[in-house]
């Protein structure tokens, strides 16, 4: 086997030079580049720029690396997703910021441009042209929010979009399937969903949607459907399980095979793959411990080639299919050791493609393989002021719940430090249910463990990733199993002698928020510290909450999974405990979040004060759910720094406050 011309890539890898610890700022900033899309003639690759305040698009020469040009839709306006649909043409979707603090929120509407940065042209929402004009015979106006679902790399100007009207709840609705050209902003219509309600769809490289995937009438449940194009008729995926679920993954490029996550007689997701033609299906992957993650295919055939499993550190695993390109895979995996790799965009003719490769200790960077002269060119980096061998490690610890369950999580530790008795932050995740953590670098942890601190993230019960039966058994077990869980995991980290016992703070994000504070009031001894950020900290008013304001769907979820009775909800609720706390307590709240009400921390922030405990409260005006302004964040991030400081550098000598 010979080998690849990888002279760029082996200087990438060992460039970096030991440098002074990142700013606050470095931690604070958003990636500078989002997604990448290389040309159907593999010419130019077009990127999502992102600055503070709008995402642009840029198109470079591959061949020259020169920049063809650069644009931003303006201030507040953001590019969110980016498709060729020919070899010179880009459609765009596009996205505000105004109003929405969680950052660049989509708003359904579509333009398109010419790799030269000419003929750009609005093609389809709400600001488009009301009617035929004399000088714009192409109406472009739709009181209607789209979203693309892919181009048609064979048909050139031509893509797939799916659509919903801006006049009803999405709930109520069957999504339109409408083929779109993206010279005029023309649409015909291509099909309807087979279900109300939001709908994510698969189609096939010949621009026919071939699955449809919706919500179930019970909570946390998912149908699908396979769509017959010659017949136009939609047929939902049965199984003799009542709790199967299927999640459509891809489609080959021939059109044959589909290829499936599917939950089925077993308590995790596996890779299956599906004839189109039959309806028949194999299974080709699963993992003991962990839900398929991914899938890695083929550039030339677009075949599954791999299966990605993260029961911790990713692994994956190779399919020893007779695909060439599943070799040649293998090389490029085997050249970037220690990154999880993914297929980013490829060719038309697969001659050349994108890998990003991304660590837990790399934001991402990305590449270009070339078959002509078989190398592996380094294209970008999201982050370029990150130095990976400047940052933290993260590894993946494991103990055992107080039932004797197995848990995991992850430690990310200072680079310097020698790994016992180390002042530590316990960052429980949001959710709880069907979201985790990674393996991959997350700015919070390692601007902590660049500041000193061990940083813990566990993953308990209810996380996803893990099969079913851990997750459900999270369900209305939010005040009491789960925190049990993140207690477990911090004695043992204690009996190891990583963590000091005496330095121990707590830190958390919406759910992540309550359970640093069921955490405090639980364990009130093993504690010295708490921040709090976009907390839900009363179940009640947090349920309450989602039946006024959200869909049925939100509304039967929550009643399931975290409590329907009172009771119950205020049994679990951390704010109706606060006279256990003994710590300082500093909290931040984004004033316009509508995914957990303020209220939650200004009656946090009052009941504390009235306990005359201490405790300090930023609500952040023209924030919503998540932090996104960068000023806010370096503050934000800064005050953090400080506030651990304070509390957890030096073992205690008695009792204070902040």
Known sequence: ??????????????????????????????????????????????????????????????????????????????????????????????????????????????????????????????????????????????????????????????????????????????????????????????????????????????????????????????????????????????????????????????????????????DRYCLERQSLADRSRERLACHPQADLADILVSPTTGHAVAARFDPGVPEIRWLGTDDPDEALLRRIAAQLAGHRIELASRSRDATRFVIKASSDTDPGRFFLYDRQTDSLRFLLARRAWIDPQAMPPRRVVHWQARDGTALRGYLTVPRTADGTALPLVVMPHGGPFDVRDTWDWQAEPALLASRGYAVFQPQFRGSAGFGRAFRDAARQQLGTRVIDDITDGVRALIERGVADPARIGLMGHSFGGYAALASAVREPALYRCMVGIAGIYDLRRYARTVRSQAGADEARFVDAFVGESAELLDAQSPIRAVDALRLPVMLFHGGRDRTVDPRESRALYAALRDRDMPVTLEILDDEDHFVFDVRNRERIFAAIVAFFGRHLREPPTKKGAD
Request: negative net charge; glycine residues 10%.
């Open 1 to 266: 086997m010979r080998q690849m011309g990888f002279a760029l890539l082996g200087l990438w890898l060992s460039h970096h030079a030991a440098a002074a610890p990142p700013s606050v700022m470095d931690f604070a900033r958003h990636a500078e580049f989002g997604e990448v899309a290389i040309s159907p003639d593999g010419r130019s690759l077009a990127v999502s720029v992102i600055d503070e305040r709008s995402r642009g698009i840029g198109v470079i020469d591959l061949d020259d690396m020169r920049l063809a040009f650069s644009v931003s839709p303006g201030d507040e306006e953001h590019v969110f997703e980016l498709n060729w649909v020919s070899d010179g043409r880009l459609l765009v979707s596009l996205a505000s910021s105004r109003g929405w603090g969680n950052g660049p929120a989509p708003t359904g509407e579509l333009m398109a441009i010419d790799r030269d940065g000419g003929n750009g042209r609005y093609l389809y929402g709400v600001r488009g042209a009301r009617a035929e004009t004399k000088h714009n015979p192409d109406p472009t106006r739709r009181m209607r929010h789209a979203r693309q679902i892919a181009a048609w790399p064979d048909a050139a100007d031509f893509a797939l979009i799916q659509s919903y009207s801006y006049y009803e709840p999405v709930d109520m609705q069957f999504a339109f399937v409408e083929r779109l050209d993206v010279r005029n902003g023309r649409t015909r219509w291509a099909a309807q969903a087979p279900l109300r309600g939001p709908v994510r769809f698969v189609a096939d490289r010949a621009g026919q949607v071939r699955y449809a995937q919706g919500r179930g009438d019970a909570p946390g449940v998912f149908r699908t459907f396979l769509h017959d194009p010659q017949a136009a008729r939609w047929r939902e995926l049965d199984s003799d399980d009542p709790l199967a679920d299927f999640d459509p993954l891809t489609v080959s490029d021939d059109g044959g095979t589909g290829y499936l996550r599917v939950r089925e007689h077993g």
